[in-house]
């Protein structure tokens, strides 16, 4: 299945955007948090269980649909992508760093104490 | 098939004009997966966010056939110039 034309309908993007908002926390993987199916997925998953933060996973695996549409929500073309407050904070790599440098931390902070 | 690490050299390199770039090919089997370092001018000014989609823009084409891409570095030369070597951290304002 390959979409050539936009997976993202005004349907789909209201969806979307109550997903995104349906958690203060939101990440996008590969499998889920108790079964990360991809290394990338895994890494975000370990960071968030390191912070102890409550967040909701969505299997984009299960979800044609969903995963097209996210790509172009995020405007971010690869998995993992993690939420916090309702936007798009970044992928695996962002999110590492973020971790290292303490930012992440204060981001989640700021989202769940909001 | 697929992405050779020549492509993704010269895209970036067309787009990003970069002063330092590094692509790495870190293919397990599962697909072409690259780990890249680009430190650009074009990221002056730009938080770590933009930077990345700055990359993936310009792979727009190659992304469809990347299996995994990892933005280890996007650097402006200001940040990367100074030691490279050495661990002090530069921090994004």
């Known amino acids: ?112 104490c909001s | 098939m697929g992405v050779s690490k020549e492509q993704v050299e010269a895209s970036l390199t067309s787009k990003l004009k970069p002063v330092h770039l590094e692509v790495i090919d870190i293919s397990g089997g599962c697909g072409a997966s690259f780990e890249v370092e680009v430190v650009s001018e074009q990221f002056e000014g730009k938080r770590l966010l933009e930077r990345h989609r700055m990359v993936n823009a310009a792979l727009e084409e190659e992304m469809k056939e990347i299996h995994a891409l990892s933005i280890k570095k996007a650097q402006t030369p200001h940040q990367w110039k100074p030691s490279p070597d050495s661990a002090t951290q530069t921090k994004d304002a």
Do not use: H
Not at chain 1, 20 to 36: C, E, H
Not at chain 1, 67 to 75: D, F, I, P, V
């Open chain 1, 1 to 112: 299945f390959r979409c050539s034309a936009s997976a993202l309908t005004p349907q789909l993007r209201d969806t979307l955007e109550k997903l995104v908002n349906s958690n203060k926390v939101v990440l996008f993987m590969k499998g889920t948090r108790d079964f990360p199916m991809c290394g990338f997925s895994n890494t975000v998953v370990q960071i968030l269980k390191n912070l102890n933060v409550p967040f909701e996973d969505v299997n984009i695996l299960e979800n044609e649909m969903l995963r097209q549409g996210l790509k172009e929500y995020s405007n971010w073309p690869t998995f993992p992508q993690l939420y916090i407050g309702g936007e798009f904070f970044g992928g695996c790599d962002i999110t590492l760093e973020a971790f290292q440098s303490g930012e992440l931390q204060e981001v989640v902070e700021r989202a769940i």
